[in-house]
């Protein structure tokens, strides 16, 4: 079943398809993608149908982190969680646990 099919479906995407620093490749499907920069190549995304309200949460994200704060009716009352898409490098040099990650625990 296709990605469009699925209403209520979030997707999380890691190493998006990127051309001329944007990401492609998803435009025809029947939600949002958000990112979590639009200044450099995203190497996240989360996909959002058109009936979820969901919020980019900037505080935490970046090039490797797109979280969202998404709002979920659960039985008689409504909730709220947080999605991200983390891009973790398997690099020697680079920490696994992003500052953005880390920054979010301590809120």
Same mark, same amino acid.
């Given at each position: 079943? /296709?990605?469009? +099919?699925? +209403?209520?479906? #979030? /997707? #999380?995407? +890691?190493?998006?398809?990127? *051309?001329?620093? !944007?990401? $492609?490749?998803?435009?025809? &499907?029947?939600?949002? @993608?958000?990112?979590?920069?639009?200044?450099?190549?995203?190497?996240? %995304? @989360?996909?959002?149908? !058109?009936?979820?309200? /969901? #919020?980019?949460?900037? +505080? *935490?994200?970046? !090039?490797? *982190?797109? $979280?969202?704060? #998404?709002? %979920?009716?659960?039985g008689r009352g409504e909730e709220q969680l947080v999605i991200a898409s983390v891009y973790l490098s398997q690099g020697a040099h680079e920490? %696994? &646990?992003?500052?953005?990650? /880390?920054?979010?625990?301590?809120?």
């Open positions: 079943m /296709a990605l469009q +099919q699925m +209403q209520n479906t #979030v /997707a #999380v995407i +890691q190493e998006p398809w990127i *051309v001329k620093s !944007r990401i $492609a490749g998803l435009s025809n &499907l029947n939600g949002t @993608i958000i990112s979590g920069t639009t200044i450099e190549s995203p190497r996240t %995304c @989360i996909y959002i149908p !058109r009936n979820i309200k /969901a #919020v980019l949460l900037l +505080q *935490v994200s970046s !090039r490797d *982190v797109t $979280a969202v704060n #998404v709002k %979920c009716n659960i920490p %696994c &646990l992003t500052w953005e990650m /880390a920054n979010s625990m301590n809120h």
